[in-house]
């Protein structure tokens, strides 16, 4: 049974491009977390959704953010005109929909922004 | 609202001593609680978690967590590490609804031979 897949790994952009992360969680779990990792920080919670669902976005900066995860299809973490302060390693969890309280983590997107 | 402290930022210790990571949490409700380790450049692997019963947990690659209610803590220990042990460790806990998970601010295990 595959892990979290996150592509890519590491992506590079210059400010005021766009990023867009991938997330496929693992087989059977219907549950999406993303958590931002700032420089010699701790994760902070962002966004969770389920099949076509945001169900708690409190995490999200306000601008230039936004996710989903449609019926078909990984899920996607968009980070419009990125700036500096985005750079960090932006992480996907899921769960199964019994066993909600465990996630697993995928390895990662770090992010640069020039 | 939760909130996860760990007390100790970085802890070096000699290959072969026990070591102890600190954990204590907040919550007004029910507690599950999650120990995770991070391996440089990689994301978090999934340690040991405190669901219900017993209150020692055994997790993988030997480490071991007691959770003691009065406390309000959940401290990791292992008795003899290894120069692999070397990464971040995370103690977290969900929100009440369980939809997200506060992380504590990490603990660097330094294993020196």
């Known amino acids: 049974n595959a892990g979290v897949m996150q592509n890519p790994r590491h992506l590079v952009r210059r400010r005021g491009q766009e990023a867009r992360l991938r997330c496929s969680p693992m087989k059977g779990h219907s549950h999406v977390y993303w958590y931002r990792q700032l420089p010699e920080e701790g994760l902070k919670f962002m966004v969770y959704l389920q099949k076509e669902n945001i169900i708690d976005e409190s995490g999200m900066p306000k601008e230039r953010f936004s996710a989903e995860f449609p019926k078909e299809g990984p899920s996607i973490l968009r980070i419009q005109q990125v700036v500096r302060g985005d750079s960090a390693a932006y992480f996907c969890?899921?769960?199964?929909?019994?066993?909600?309280?465990?996630?697993?983590f995928g390895p990662g997107t770090r992010l640069l922004v020039l | 609202a939760q909130s996860v402290t760990q007390l100790d930022s970085q802890v070096p210790v000699f290959e072969e001593a026990p070591v102890e990571l600190r954990c204590n949490y907040s919550s007004s409700v029910s507690v599950y609680l999650f120990w995770y380790v991070q391996y440089p450049n990689q994301g978090l692997q999934l340690l040991l978690k405190y669901l219900s019963g017993s209150t020692l947990v055994k997790g993988i690659n030997g480490f071991e967590a007691e959770f003691n209610k009065s406390q309000t803590s959940f401290h990791l220990r292992k008795p003899s590490v290894h120069i692999s042990d070397t990464a971040e460790y995370f103690c977290?806990?969900?929100?009440?609804?369980?939809?997200?998970?506060?992380f504590g601010g990490g603990t660097r295990l330094m294993v020196k031979p």
């Open positions: 969890a899921s769960s199964p929909p019994w066993g909600f309280e465990t996630q697993y």
């Open positions: 977290a806990v969900p929100n009440n609804a369980g939809n997200m998970l506060t």
